[in-house]
């Protein structure tokens, strides 16, 4: 067992105080975005006792990820652990299947687009699925909302129908995946006829932000999004999508090709170990349309919020099918001990309240904010008073 010190991410959208907090440091005036956990390239966490990059310390070290996940993965952390702390929205995007990845990047590297150019799309060949888990309320979009629903709010909101049909008009005669597609990707593009659109949605929003309900809820998003992105082309397209609330200790899973956008508010998230993102909107960054369309899952659905399910004494499993990553929630109380989830795999482990200590033949005490990394090869008991979040490969 080895303790970990992570890197922070300083993002525009972050918080000012909910990671420092939560990692029992001071504020310093920047927004604290993320705080990675993992062996990403990008950002690889510390062995604190040995000042040692963890990707450089698993190459060195390599049957400490357990012979399932080498055998799955080759010598690499399958998955990245985060804290997210968003104040404002993040970028609408979506991330490839393992498939679409694989072929993404090979045709990027025949092209010889290099890995580091801010236009390139596939940055590697993996799938990059993501489970983020409320620590406070939490708000995101989520995948396509029924187009008959959307309409309906639109409509509730007082916007003429003669000002959407232009471009809402398949929502209303086709529906389903192939109507959303072409109403989401014509939204991408703000023209004259979309500005007056949405200038007649905001203007119509604000009288319902009072409201009570998905109507309120609907005036309330527009509002918010067009504060953080005025004018922004894809706020309408936005508008098409699920918004979905959690209440702490709920989740929701990102497979890949759901489009989707964290909103506000602080987590734990899990994803695969890549850096595949397609962004379509809300973001000064790169977007390709052409290259989204081919990864976007179109279909309309609702998304499943979940709840975590017990997995042996003190441990609850967030249940997704994803190989790259599992997430449990670990709540121990001060009368009992209990094994460690995962025995055989390379697990991480992130306290979040309280305090935990693991024992094997040496004991490791841990308190709020601390993290650890724990062998393949060990198996502890944990005891203490807290709460923790345990991340291990899928396989």
Known sequence: MHSLTGVVKHYDWGSLDAI?????????????AEYWLGAHNAGPAMLAQEDTRLDTWLLRN??????????????????????????????????????????????????????????????????KPELIVALTPFEALSGFR??????ELFSALGVEDDIIRPTFGPLRFRGGAAALAEVFLDCLTLDGTRLDILNQVLAA??????????IGRFARLAIMLDEYHPGDPSLLAALLLNHVELAPGEALHNRAGVIHSYLRGTGIEIM????????????????????????????????????????????????????????????????????????????????????????????????????????????????????????????
């Open 20 to 32: 420092p907090t939560l990692l029992r440091r001071s504020e310093d005036g920047t927004p604290w």
């Open 62 to 127: 390599p049957d400490s990820l357990g012979a399932s996940e080498r055998e799955a993965f080759g010598d690499r952390l399958p998955y990245l652990l985060k804290v997210l702390a968003a104040n404002e929205p993040l970028s609408l995007q979506a991330h490839p299947s393992r498939a679409e990845a694989k072929a993404g990047f090979a045709a990027e590297e025949a092209r010889g687009v290099a890995i580091d150019d801010p236009d390139r799309n596939f940055k590697d060949d993996w799938p």
């Open 146 to 151: 029924k187009p008959s629903e959307t309409l």
């Open 205 to 214: 929003a604000v009288h319902h932000t009072d409201d009570a309900g998905d």
């Open 272 to 395: 695969a170990n890549s850096d595949n993102v397609l962004r379509a909107g809300l973001t000064n960054k790169h977007v390709d349309h052409a290259a989204l369309a081919t990864i976007v899952d179109f279909s309309p659905e609702i998304p499943i919020v979940l709840s975590p399910e017990p997995d042996g004494i003190a441990a609850w499993r967030y249940p997704t099918d994803d190989m790259e990553f599992e997430l449990w929630r670990l709540q121990i109380s001060p009368d009992i001990q209990a094994p460690l989830p995962g025995i055989g795999r390379a697990r991480l482990a992130l306290v979040i309240e309280g305090q935990m200590s693991l024992h094997t033949s040496q004991t490791m005490e841990l308190l709020q904010g601390d993290a650890v990394f724990i062998g393949a090869d060990e198996s502890p008991t944990m005891t203490g008073d807290g709460t923790a979040f345990l991340a291990g490969p899928g396989v």
